[in-house]
């Protein structure tokens, strides 16, 4: 049973340049949500994907905008990349019944560096 | 003040030692109560998962919630130099779609 899977593992971008982070649910899973985590902090929700719509946001610049696609995948995108936003950024997905969700499952993480 | 508190650490305990890892929060709101390992350079895996207060076991791991005083531990027995990790706590509020909210974890290590 494959897990969370998110590509590519390494990054590294200049300032004012945009990028793309792609994440693949585990098997059974509808719901995708985003995390940024910076070094020594635990991890920040960005927004959570669910039947291709935004379900929730969290207190992240609309620089941060996502997708998802048919088969529950998602994207990531960041433009006009600042140093600040150099970060792990993690894929969790679930599994949605309604309003209720099942625990949140991590990928490995994408890290990003903005040089 | 932030919503969950966790102290950074880093915690250094001899193998074999009980270690004890906490949280605090200020949301009487929270109901669901979890705890992540972390190790290097990877993403968190759930390690614990409870509801309300109480306690929970899970092999070497003892998860307990004390809804009263607004806090959480994570107890591991046995302690191994494969335990050593970042540890996060998480907790989200009962209805309505699972946004954890997290501790900034605190790192374990374990020495042989």
């Given amino acids: 049973d494959a897990g969370v899977t998110q590509s590519p593992t390494h990054l590294i971008k200049t300032r004012g340049q945009q990028v793309t982070l792609r994440c693949s649910p585990k098997s059974g899973h509808d719901t995708v949500s985003w995390y940024q985590q910076a070094l020594g902090q635990g991890p920040q929700?960005?927004?959570q994907y669910y039947e291709e719509e935004e379900r929730q946001r969290g207190n992240f610049p609309d620089r941060f905008s996502g997708h998802q696609f048919p088969n529950y995948s998602s994207e990531l995108n960041v433009n006009a990349l600042l140093l600040g936003d150099s970060a792990l950024y993690l894929c969790a997905s679930s599994l949605s019944a309604g309003e209720y969700q099942e625990t949140q499952y991590f990928g490995p993480g994408t890290r990003l560096l903005v040089l | 003040q932030k919503e969950v508190?966790?102290?950074?650490?880093?915690l250094s305990v001899p193998e074999g030692a009980i270690v004890s890892l906490n949280c605090t929060y200020s949301n009487s709101a929270f109901q669901y109560f979890m705890w992540y390992r972390q190790y290097s350079r990877k993403g968190p895996e759930l390690l614990m998962y409870t509801y309300?207060?109480?306690?929970k076991e899970d092999g070497r791991f003892t998860a307990q919630v004390d809804k009263s005083s607004k806090y959480i531990s994570l107890f591991?027995?046995?302690?191994?130099p494969s335990d050593s990790a970042t540890y996060l706590c998480a907790m989200n509020r009962s209805g309505g779609s699972y946004?954890?909210?997290?501790?900034r974890g605190t790192s374990l290590i374990v020495h042989p």
């Avoid at chain 2, 946004?99 to 501790?103: E, L």
């Fill in chain 2, 76 to 80: 591991i027995r046995d302690s191994q």
């Fill in chain 2, 52 to 55: 309300s207060s109480g306690n």
């Fill in chain 2, 99 to 103: 946004i954890p909210t997290f501790g």
């Fill in chain 2, 5 to 10: 508190e966790q102290d950074p650490g880093p």
């Fill in chain 1, 45 to 47: 929700f960005i927004f």
